[in-house]
Structures are given as structure tokens and as C-alpha cells.
């Protein structure tokens, strides 16, 4: 469809691609196959899982919000970060501070949250400005150390007093709250994917504008950016802002879903699964971003509930990233409805060679390769 | 005018611009010399990318070297580069709506559209540059150059490894931008029969040295040229 879309803008007026280029009446298929998924997300699927799956879900939205942030370092800018496992902590240990000492409303202490992740995530972004590849991703990795200690020290805060919030004579522990409208396990896992709609809807309008644009041409060549007045540091910051900002928004949701937090739930290898997934998932599509939380999330809890040893997840995600690099350097996002539509091909061909009783199959055939686009 | 008065960078030991004073007055000017001369030097002094050990660059009363080199394009710096550099992720429309500009809104998007337009690149402008040939995409390169009111506008051998056609095409439109856009153009290319089709000046540089500078055709047939570019044995 997007050929015929080139092919009439080519013979409009300048007038006529100027109206194209204002509404931009793009992958209609695409729009509402993501419509339909997000309201099966919200609306059915809460009705259909059992808790031990919603609560897994709700895994599963919230980091999709950090492999969002992770995959727009990564796949956009290409900034590789090994250290958004601890800004996620930062965010967490931020909001449930915020919301035991303070009476405010829960969508407040989340952005909050963010405010405050997106201010220390972009310190942690500093040495973006000089470093790439390797060592840039060495430096967060050891900086994702460093926060892993130092929050394992203080402690995540359990209702106590002072600066830590954390009291270890403490008898009764109470939980982490959570919004009033979202008391009970399936509402929070509505509100959680409400959240990732909208951090999805933040991060896609500054890639369609001109941060986008900013960090596409500093990924491919900083010195085509630097000649046409892109301030390079300003953006790559910005990336590194924005990216810390909605992690910290998931730490926020994370810390409500968890109910009690403790810093052995979280460790550094984390942040390097969160980045092995979200190449896997797919770094320059925003489905990946869903995908790599899946694999995260959800596959571990399938293994379990089968009964594998997850440990073993941790080798079937070695493999798969060597899968993936090897054969698709652009993730399971991209690579999936360009197989789909090859096996929709496939047995397109197949039906059709025998001509008459075919149809049944036919129509079946065509259903897989549209619902692949 | 662009004033560039004993203009000097040394990387290391090798001085690869050696006291360089040279005026552009205006229109397009060429800019030649064998490989190492200097060129694309004098190129990354203006854009920022170098900073010299000596001289001054004053372009129409503005001390360039004064300027951030991201705040040299909002000035009015455009440059391309030697190995083409169009963003393969973003639209044609991205690629040249990405440079700085003083427009806002609809007066911009028309500009970038205009842009595209003068280059004559008959492709849609929502296309990827990605899927586009090197022809294209140089052209791409240089309505990049062409948006957003420039007022210096400098091409590093925009010509490179373009069959002769797509050269002859873009003669044309290098001919055209200084009245096109009102900018200072300055081309630097091997091919000399690009620099005298469309520079009506034209400055030689041997070794990060002014060796002559001039009418195009006068200075092409200077001897001083000759030898450095034929290799004359010096008497």
C-alpha cells in the first residue's frame, strides 16, 4: 500500500504534497491491527487471563516501557546503555519514598518519579556526549553497579522514617499503595497499560518530529548533523532525558505493583537481559519495545507454569541473540510480519495450483497475509 | 564576501594549510588543487570541524570562527561532504527538513519543499532515502544545502562517482544557487570540467598554499597551475 501511496503523491502539485505531507495518511492496515491490539490488551484480555497471568502482564507493560526507553538509545540515537535496570530501580525507590511520605495523588508521585529518574538518568548519560559502543555501555553497566550497591545498602524505603525511609526494626511492614481506581490486581493491570500507551504516544511524537529526525541523522554521521545546526550533545541528552524519564515512570508503576520492594529483586545482570531482549524484540520498531517484554515477562512465567527451570531462559536468550544478529539484525518486530506475509505468500501458491475447490483455503490464506502487515 | 586572511592548521607536524589569504566576492567559485592540497581543510575550518592555529574568517562582516559549529549552519553555513551523507532512516522531506533554519511552520515546510523542488529530484518527498541511487542522494545532499536561507553554501566534491549525466544535471543546479538562495557558493572538485561549466572564479591551492586565484579560465591555464597539477620539474 505504500507504493500507491508514493506513486500518486509523485504526480500531485507541490500543493497536493504539501496536504500529503500534513496528514500523512500512513499504513492503514498497520493503524488498526494496533488499535485492535491495544483494546484486546485492555479490555479482553484482563476478562480472559487468570491472576497468575495478570499479574504477569502488568510485568510485562511496565517493561515495555523500559525496552521502549532502551530501544530508543539503542536502535535510534545509538547510544547502548547497560544500565536501565538501574534507572528503573531509581525510579521505583523514588516513587515508593514519594508515596509512603506523602499524601499525594499516585499519577503525581509517578511523574515525580520520572522528574527525578530523568535527572540522575541523564547524569548517567554524560558520557554519552563522548563515548559510543563498548565503552559507552561499559561505563552505564558499571554506573548500573554502582546504583545496584548503593540502593542495596540504603535499602528500599518500608514506611520508616528519614531520608531512606527505611526501618529495619519495623514489625509491620505496610504495602506501597496504589491509585484508588486501580485497587485490585486486573484494574492495576489496565492502569498499567494506560501508562504504556501514553509513554508509547510520547516517545513516537518526537520521532516523527524533530528530535526524531535529530537523532537519526547523529546515529548514521554526527558530522552531516553538526553541518546542518544540530546541536549533537543537546539531543543525545535529550534521548538520554527522555529514555530516563519514562523508565522512571515504570519504576513508579513497578513500585505500586510490587506492593513491597527489596534490592535483592533487583540486580545488575538485569540490565543486561533488558538489553539482550530488546535486540531480540527489535530496537528500530516500537513493537519491539512490546516484544522484548514480552520475552522478559511473559516467557519465564509460561516455563514456570509448564514447569522448565526458567534457568534456562538465560541460554535460550544467548541463543536467540545470536539468532537475531546474525540473521535479523532488526529484531523480531521487523523480521516476524515480513515471515508472515512470506508464509501467507507460500500458501497463497500453494492453493492456487489446484484450481477448483480452492477457495475455503484461499480466503484463509489471505487472512494471514493481511493480517501480516 | 567571504575574507579569509592567513588562514593556518597544522595537524601534528603537517601544516596542511599554510597562511592562506584568500577573498570570495560572490556567485559560485571554484576551489582546486591535487589531493592533500587542502581543500576539504579549508572546508572543515568553515564548518567548525578544525580549528585553525592561525588567521581570521570574516563572512559578510561576521566572525565565523567565533561561532559554535552547530550555530554556523543557523548562520548560514551549509556544507556537503566528499562521501555523501544523506540520513538512509529519514524521508527525503526529513533529510532537508533537518537543517537549522530562521522559518517557522508553513513558510518552512514550503521552503523544504521548494528546496527539493529546485534540485530536481523527481522523487516523492516522503520516499527513504534509503531505497534512492547515489545521484539522488547527493542531490538530496544539496537541497539540504539549498533550505533554510543560506548565505554560504560549500560543496565538497558533490560530483564524485556520478555518471556524466547526473553530472551535467547537477551543473546546473550548482550554476543555479546563488540566485536560487543569494548564497556565497563554493565548490571544490577534481573534475575540471564541472569547475569552468560553473565557476565563474576559481582559487588553486597546492601543499596549503594559495597558488593562484581568479577568473576560471585564466587561472587554468596559469602556469604555476600546470606544474602542480601536471608535475612540471621546477627550473
Known amino acids: 500500500m505504500a507504493g500507491t501511496d508514493t506513486k500518486s503523491s509523485a504526480a500531485a502539485t507541490v500543493a497536493g504534497q504539501r496536504l500529503a505531507l500534513l496528514r500523512r495518511p500512513e499504513r492503514p492496515v498497520h493503524l488498526s491491527v494496533t488499535v485492535a491490539l491495544v483494546l484486546f490488551a485492555l479490555f479482553a484480555l484482563p476478562e480472559l487471563m487468570s491472576a497468575y497471568y495478570t499479574g504477569y502482564m502488568t510485568l510485562v507493560a511496565i517493561y515495555s516501557i523500559v525496552t521502549l526507553g532502551l530501544g530508543l538509545l539503542v536502535g535510534r540515537v545509538g547510544l547502548y546503555s547497560l544500565g536501565q535496570g538501574a534507572v528503573l530501580q531509581i525510579g521505583a525507590w ?86 484508588s481506581i486501580a485497587g485490585t490486581d486486573s ?20 520521532l516523527r518530529t524533530r528530535p526524531g529526525r535529530a ?14 545546526g544540530i546541536n549533537t550533545t543537546y539531543y543525545k541528552l535529550w534521548a ?16 505500586g505493583d ?34 522484548a517484554a514480552l520475552l522478559m515477562q511473559l516467557l519465564p512465567a509460561v516455563l514456570q507454569n509448564l514447569g522448565v527451570n526458567y534457568a534456562w531462559l538465560t541460554i535460550l536468550f544467548g541463543i536467540g541473540v545470536l539468532q537475531v544478529l546474525t540473521t535479523a539484525p532488526t529484531g523480531l518486530a521487523d523480521q ?38 | 564576501m567571504i575574507e579569509i586572511e592567513n588562514l593556518t592548521v597544522r595537524y601534528g607536524g603537517v601544516t596542511s594549510l599554510d597562511g592562506m589569504s584568500l577573498v570570495f566576492e560572490q556567485g559560485t567559485c571554484g576551489l582546486i588543487g591535487p589531493n592533500g592540497a587542502g581543500k576539504t581543510t579549508f572546508f572543515n575550518v568553515l564548518s567548525g570541524f578544525v ?21 554556523r549552519a543557523r548562520w548560514g553555513v551549509r556544507r556537503t561532504f566528499q562521501t555523501e551523507q544523506a540520513i538512509e532512516d529519514l524521508s527525503v522531506y526529513d533529510n532537508v527538513a533537518m537543517v537549522a533554519s530562521p ?15 529546485y534540485v530536481g529530484i523527481n522523487v516523492p518527498p516522503l520516499a527513504k532515502v534509503g531505497t534512492l541511487g547515489v545521484g539522488k542522494r547527493r542531490l538530496v545532499e544539496v537541497a539540504r544545502a539549498v533550505a533554510g536561507k543560506p548565505r554560504l553554501v560549500l560543496l565538497d566534491e558533490p560530483a564524485a562517482g556520478l555518471p556524466e549525466e547526473e553530472t551535467t544535471h547537477l551543473a546546473a543546479v550548482i550554476r543555479g544557487i546563488p540566485e536560487y538562495t543569494g548564497a556565497l557558493t563554493i565548490l571544490v572538485d577534481h573534475d575540471m570540467s564541472l569547475v569552468s561549466a560553473v565557476c565563474s572564479t576559481t582559487a588553486v591551492l597546492d601543499f596549503g598554499k594559495l597558488i593562484a586565484s581568479g577568473p576560471t579560465a585564466a587561472v587554468l591555464r596559469d602556469e604555476h597551475v600546470m606544474r602542480a597539477y601536471l608535475g612540471t620539474a621546477e627550473v
Not at chain 1, 484494574?187 to 518526537?206: C, E, K, P, S, T
Not at chain 1, 510490587?258 to 535486540?279: E, K, M, P, R, W
Not at chain 2, 580549528?51 to 550555530?71: I, N, Q
Open chain 1, 240 to 255: 538520554w532525558a527522555l529514555a530516563s524519564f519514562i523508565t522512571g515512570i515504570a519504576g513508579g508503576i513497578l513500585a
Open chain 1, 336 to 373: 516476524f510480519p515480513k515471515d508472515m506475509k512470506k508464509l501467507g505468500g507460500l500458501i497463497w501458491r500453494l492453493v492456487r495450483r489446484p484450481q477448483p475447490g480452492a477457495s475455503a483455503s484461499a480466503s484463509a490464506s489471505g487472512g494471514a497475509g493481511g493480517g501480516s502487515t
Open chain 1, 94 to 179: 523514588t516513587a515508593a519514598r514519594l508515596l509512603f511520605a506523602t499524601g499525594q495523588p499516585f499519577p503525581i508521585v509517578i511523574i515525580e518519579a520520572g522528574l527525578v529518574t530523568m535527572l540522575i538518568g541523564t547524569v548517567i548519560g554524560l558520557p554519552a556526549i563522548r563515548l559510543r559502543g563498548l565503552y559507552l555501555a561499559l561505563i552505564t553497566l558499571m554506573m548500573a553497579g554502582a546504583i545496584t550497591v548503593i540502593l542495596a545498602t540504603v535499602n528500599f524505603p518500608n514506611g520508616g522514617g528519614g531520608f531512606t525511609g527505611y526501618d529495619g526494626q519495623q514489625s509491620h511492614i505496610p504495602p506501597i499503595r496504589r491509585p
Open chain 2, 51 to 71: 580549528r585553525p592555529a592561525a588567521g581570521t574568517v570574516k563572512a559578510f562582516g561576521t566572525d565565523l570562527l567565533a561561532l559554535a559549529h552547530y550555530r
Open chain 1, 258 to 291: 510490587a506492593h513491597y520492594l527489596y534490592s535483592i529483586n533487583f540486580s545488575t545482570q538485569d540490565s543486561i537481559i533488558l538489553l539482550a531482549v530488546a535486540l531480540m524484540g527489535g530496537v528500530y520498531n516500537l513493537w519491539g519495545a512490546v516484544i
Open chain 2, 103 to 117: 522559518l517557522r511552520g508553513a513558510a518552512r515546510r514550503a521552503d523544504v519543499l521548494a528546496a527539493i523542488e
Open chain 1, 215 to 228: 537523532w537519526a541523522a547523529i546515529r548514521q554521521s554526527e558530522p552531516a548533523a553538526l553541518a546542518a
Open chain 1, 187 to 206: 484494574a492495576y493491570y489496565r492502569y498499567a497499560v494506560v501508562v504504556a500507551i501514553l509513554m508509547f504516544i510520547l516517545v513516537y511524537a518526537h
